[in-house]
């Protein structure tokens, strides 16, 4: 599946966004779904992941009170609204797809990635 996400940009601490990933391609409801980030010099890590249907979400411990995946299976597009931002947060966010299968918070179990967006958070 493709994948192409939008939304981020610069955004002063305390600020909130909401971030798009439009797929194509595939039929988006086969696909479990995630959000990572990468942050200059270091790892991809997770986010929060969602399954097929909407029905169960996982966050990164450190983030379920700020961050919340959500999906619309009829127009092919998963979010991930942020909201009270920091600095630390700066970084590209990707969606990632996997096929057939349960939401995994390890990018090596995904199948396809999205570009990424950037999203910078300044102090």
């Known amino acids: 599946v493709h994948l192409v996400e939008s939304g981020g940009g610069l955004v002063q601490a305390g600020g909130s966004l909401r971030l798009s990933c439009a797929a194509s391609?595939?039929?988006?409801?086969?696909?479990?779904m995630g959000w990572f980030r990468q942050a200059p010099g270091k790892e991809r890590e997770f986010v929060a992941s969602i399954s097929w249907s909407g029905g169960n979400t996982y966050y990164r411990d450190s983030l379920k009170d700020r961050f919340t995946i959500s999906r619309d299976n009829a127009k092919d597009t998963l979010y991930l609204e942020v909201n009270s931002l920091k600095p630390d947060d700066t970084a590209v966010y990707y969606c990632?797809?996997?096929?057939?299968?349960?939401?995994?918070?390890?990018?090596?179990?995904?199948?396809?990635w999205g570009q990424g967006t950037q999203v910078t958070v300044s102090s």
């Open positions: 990632a797809a996997r096929w057939l299968a349960a939401p995994s918070p390890t990018p090596k179990d995904y199948d396809d």
């Open positions: 391609g595939r039929t988006f409801s086969d696909f479990a």
